[in-house]
């Protein structure tokens, strides 16, 4: 597996993380805390999958995927929504 043809998006995230892969393997995927604590596990569904992060409180999140014996870490940011529309609508 190339992991060039792996997309994660978007990132920084509000709610949900897409995964892309450029093919149907399956994989498995989670998500830990900076600590390494797991709070998140599940399989690719496809070459399309989305995970719900609205439960996470928003912090620094790492995404684990492993595909064929590969292991891709990637830092995701998870940022809360109301903060996100507050800095749209009322910049100061």
Known sequence: TNTNLIK????????????????NEVGNISITDINGKELIRTQTSGQNTQIDLSNLSKGVYILNLEINGQMLKNKIINKDLAEEILKKYFRH
Do not use: A, E, H, R
Not at 10 to 20: C, F, G, K, R, Y
């Open 8 to 23: 994660f998006f978007p990132n920084p995230t509000t709610d949900v993380l897409n995964i892309q892969l450029s093919n």
